[in-house]
């Protein structure tokens, strides 16, 4: 994978967590749709434009323990695989965005978000990062992600994306066009086509 975790903030590290089970996901889930004053949920919903039920069937939450958000990730078989948590900036003492995996087992890094089952899915847009995929999709487009950050994409994915029209939403930063060359440069060859949009392209 090209990069390190200074040049990509994004990129998970791995505490010795155990993986949460559906039952404390669906609790997590609840955890943050309950009190719509909340800051976690005003975040999403109105600074990140995901509505809730966006976030319900995604089963995204909020682990009050750790003060971090919870995206549940599934392997090829639709499987849960990991959990990932994001701590926000500002709710960290340090003032920066933590995010972390449980390392209970080993896991395949990076995955890809919201799932691998892409037949029936023209085109599709590549974002970077949960939070614009979760957007993309509430405006009833298909996005995808790959869960390490900017600049982690694996090379085995390309045949999913085999005859289908790619666009590439990028962060506008420079990790931001690294990423947009590391997808294009996996996807190119296999793809009918990959372009690179922006957020004015699609609202």
């Known amino acids: 994978m090209p990069g390190n975790s200074e040049q990509y903030p994004d990129k998970p590290a791995t505490r010795k967590i ?19 004053t909340a800051k976690r949920y005003r975040y999403l919903v109105h600074q990140r434009a995901i509505p809730a039920k966006i976030l319900r ?6 682990d009050p323990k750790r003060l971090a958000y919870t ?17 926000p900036a500002w709710n960290s003492d340090d003032g920066k965005k933590h995010v972390w995996v449980c390392n209970t087992h080993e896991i395949r890094w990076p995955m890809l978000f919201p799932t691998y089952e892409l037949r029936g899915h023209d085109p599709i847009i590549v974002c970077e990062g949960e939070w614009d995929t979760l957007s993309v999709i509430s405006l009833g487009l298909f996005a995808v992600t790959a869960t390490g950050g900017a600049g ?10 085999k005859y289908k029209d790619v666009y590439i939403l990028p962060d506008a930063d420079e990790p931001g066009k690294d990423h ?15 372009r690179t949009i922006s957020w004015e392209d699609l609202l």
């Open 180 to 194: 947009e060359g590391t997808v294009a440069r996996a996807l190119w060859d296999t793809a009918s086509s990959v």
């Open 18 to 36: 155990e993986r949460p089970t559906n039952g404390e996901i669906r609790v997590y889930t609840d955890q943050l749709l309950y009190d719509k």
């Open 71 to 87: 995206i549940p990730l599934l392997d090829e078989a639709e499987q849960l695989e990991c959990v990932k948590w994001i701590k």
């Open 152 to 161: 982690q994409w694996d090379q085995a994915w390309s045949y999913l994306f």
């Open 57 to 62: 069937q995604f089963r995204i939450g909020w």
